[in-house]
């Protein structure tokens, strides 16, 4: 029999955190944290990292495991989530995939083989040093050329996966979204629920900008400062995250704090758009809209548990 695996995800800002805790307690689950950011000690207002007492005894893995100055990749989320997930199943409990990296979810539901992928310092650095001389757009213009639908799917400020694709194709003379996309057709080992939170487009969007207001209040420009007091750049993984490189680049100077705050928040809800639109490539996701169940967190939650037993994950009894 396959295992089971729940996955919530969504956009920013939807809900995700206390719809999973609230799952978690009704079927006895566990939760994996599939979010790029929390997985950082001392990152915690930027990356809106659940608190130890809104987590009400549910256990959570991958968070606050790595520090700022590492690097965290699909890769290494895969080995982590692997982990955790193979003592959730020893104790026999259900494990709950949260968060928003809809590539990292992707990368652990279909168990996606990177080992095939080749790689090489030399190229890797020199692409590395045109991003530093010439800047991002001008690399997102060689992806656009190589590979329009990886140029498409991969931000230019996503200086790594750009970096990424393009030694992909160097190297192996394919298209890394082709590749991708041959990977996205494997069958997944797990018995699982692929649920995807939503709201309504302005709901979220002002749900963002309250979220942004409500992380400076509680100390967001103090805990950047912080990170770069203990020598964290720009060039680093964790402060190329929303909130981190806009407030690390108003500290260098490039603009106001004001101007910080609306390239954020705009940004932010950029981020929730293209979620949107990974999620919606997605196979055999379950689409949970708030609005069609008038915010009732009990009936979103009774809608889950139902799918949960359709799909055996959960007994009659559970």
């Not at 964790?238 to 690390?248: A, H, T, V």
């Amino acid at each position: 029999m396959k295992q089971p695996l729940v996955i919530l995800t969504g956009p920013t800002a939807v809900g995700k955190t206390k719809l999973s805790i609230a799952l978690a307690k009704a079927v006895g689950g566990e939760i994996i944290s599939a979010d790029s950011m929390q997985v950082y000690r001392r990152m915690d207002i930027g990356s809106a990292k659940i608190r130890r007492e809104e987590m009400e005894g549910v256990p959570h893995h991958l968070i606050d495991v790595l520090d700022p100055k590492e690097e965290f990749h699909v890769v290494r989320f895969q080995a982590l989530a692997r982990e955790a997930l193979e003592g959730i199943y020893e104790r026999g409990r259900i494990p709950i995939v949260a968060g928003g990296t809809g590539f990292y979810i992707q990368a652990l539901l279909y168990d996606i083989d990177f080992t095939e992928n080749e790689e090489n310092p030399d190229v890797r650095r020199e692409l590395e040093r045109l991003a530093v001389d010439q800047g991002a757009e001008v690399l997102h213009g060689m992806l656009e050329e190589a590979d329009p639908e990886a140029a498409r799917q991969i931000h230019a400020n996503n200086v790594k996966r750009v970096i990424r694709a393009l030694e992909f194709y160097r190297l192996t003379g394919k298209k890394i979204s082709e590749h991708n996309e041959e990977q996205r057709k494997r069958e997944t080992p797990y018995e699982a629920a692929y649920f995807v939170l939503n709201d309504v487009r302005s709901r979220l969007y002002e749900r963002i900008d309250r979220r942004v207001d409500a992380m400076l209040e509680e100390g967001l420009l103090e805990e950047v400062k912080a990170l770069r007091a203990e020598g964290c750049t720009r060039e680093m993984v964790s402060m190329q995250g929303l909130g981190y490189k806009e407030l690390l680049a108003y500290l260098e100077g490039a603009y106001s704090l004001e101007e910080a705050v609306r390239i954020l928040k705009r940004d932010t809800r950029h981020f929730a758009k293209r979620q949107l639109t990974w999620f919606k490539r997605e196979r055999d996701v379950i689409w949970v809209d708030k609005a069609a169940f008038s915010y009732d967190e009990e009936a979103l939650l009774a809608f889950m548990i139902t799918i949960l037993r359709e799909k055996g994950i959960l007994t009659e009894e559970d």
